[in-house]
């Protein structure tokens, strides 16, 4: 298996995860918390599709993000702050959060991961030592940068797909 193929084989996962995780659910399922204070199944899929769209968009040449450049923000009551990615957020920025229904998720999860899959088929195994952060020691190559995403991906998906289960 080449690499470009293990890289779309495991970030082609994330998809099911998602649609599994919200389809279904009313706008106010999508926002109900199992506590005061923590994510909700909307925040927690629009946080890992929001980091990998600002991830992704990092490494590709001349791409820019899918939050800002398309009309994804207004369905969930927010604006194109290219910054927001849902890092650090309080318990009150969590609830802005509001999908307005699994469609808004779904939608722009999946523009963001097909232009991921597309560009991951064009990697070789060289291009993933590339550095692409210096501010960390050591410096952080493609490789190391693209399993992070996958990883905080994958486990914000198994998350929401956990609070959904809580759902009264």
Not at 91 to 98: G, H, L, P, T, Y
Not at 128 to 149: A, H, K, M, Q
Request: proline residues 5%; glycine residues 10%.
């Amino acid at each position: 298996m080449r690499v470009d193929e293990l890289l779309v084989e495991g970030f082609g996962r994330l998809p099911d995860l998602v649609k599994g995780a919200v389809e279904g659910l009313s706008a106010e399922q999508l926002r109900w918390a199992p506590a005061p204070g923590a994510n909700t199944i909307g925040w927690l899929v629009w946080h890992l599709t929001r980091v990998q769209d600002e991830h992704v968009t990092e490494l590709i040449d001349g791409a820019g993000q899918l939050w800002v450049s398309g009309d994804h923000a207004k369905r969930f009551g927010l604006r194109a702050d290219p910054d927001d990615t849902g890092y650090g957020h309080t318990a009150e920025q969590v609830q802005a959060v509001r999908p307005d229904g699994p469609e808004a998720l779904i939608g722009y999860f999946e523009a963001v991961s097909e232009r991921t899959v597309e560009w991951l088929g064009t990697l070789t195994e060289q291009d993933l030592d590339r550095i692409v952060d210096e501010r960390w020691d050591p410096p952080v190559t493609l490789g190391v940068r693209l399993v992070s995403v996958l990883d905080d991906d994958t486990q914000h998906a198994g998350q929401a797909a956990y609070v959904r289960g809580l759902i009264p």
